[in-house]
């Protein structure tokens, strides 16, 4: 806890000794908030930068490549049946993906200023993983008939790959059932959603508070201390 200590600001080894003194969980959560925010970012401009291009993936040839490589062929045929259903809605899809590299830069920087201690940055960190939050539930629900056509395009695809000779299949799940692919998707949007929630309550925790508060106090001591 910061309540009762005294801190220096005008001393460099006081600063450290301050910003050494964040909460763990909080350090954790805005590392995982930079990930997801690379993560997102990666993803968003992966998809602009398909649909700019245009050039849709043939799935015969997808499914020979697939068949010639054990170790990446399920993700070669999923990437592509992706790829399809997105070039199927284009007017959906770039700009929700517009929208996602956004966010999820204001993402890694918020994260970023949270870790660095910046006055003022616990609140704005709070209002980007609200925004993105709400976007992530949205951008779900938007998605649905274009996830619910790549997934039934993979579960197809999938049935035509050697699973048993590579040894691709997983012993709890049959990946070439439309359940499988279900799952992942809904366990992704958990996991986001999750990192996205653990983030918030930490941010909202009062020892949190008390740092940010401690480090807004001895900034604003520092400015006062360098005016003649």
């Known amino acids: 806890m ?4 005294e801190v220096s600001a005008g001393s460099s080894s006081n600063g450290e000794r301050l910003r050494s003194l964040r909460p763990w969980f909080l350090v954790a959560a805005m590392i995982l908030t930079w990930l997801a925010g690379v993560n997102g970012t990666m993803n968003g401009c992966h998809t602009v930068s398909f649909l700019r291009q245009g050039s849709v993936p043939e799935s015969s040839a997808v499914l020979e490549q697939a068949k010639a490589d054990e170790t990446q062929g399920l993700m070669l045929v999923q990437r592509a049946a992706e790829h399809r259903a997105y ?3 284009p007017k959906r899809m770039m700009p929700l993906s517009i929208a ?3 966010l999820s830069l204001l993402l890694v920087i918020v994260s970023a ?3 660095a201690g910046r006055p003022g940055s616990r609140s704005l960190a709070l209002q980007v993983i609200a925004a993105n939050t709400l976007f ?7 998605t649905q008939p274009i996830r619910e056509a790549w997934i039934n395009a993979v579960a197809y695809d999938t ?3 050697p699973f048993n000779e590579s040894g691709l299949q997983l012993p709890f799940f049959d990946v070439r059932t439309p359940a499988f692919w279900w799952l992942c998707t809904r366990l992704g949007l958990a996991l986001h959603l999750g990192v996205l929630g653990a983030a918030g309550a930490a941010l909202a925790s009062p020892r949190t508070r008390a740092f940010m508060d401690a480090v807004a106090r001895a900034e604003e001591r520092l400015e006062r201390e360098d005016e003649p």
């Open 87 to 89: 070039a199927d809605a």
């Open 159 to 161: 049935r035509q790959l």
């Open 2 to 5: 910061l309540d009762g200590r």
């Open 100 to 102: 996602q590299v956004l």
């Open 113 to 115: 200023m949270v870790l």
């Open 136 to 142: 992530v539930i949205v951008q779900y629900a938007l």
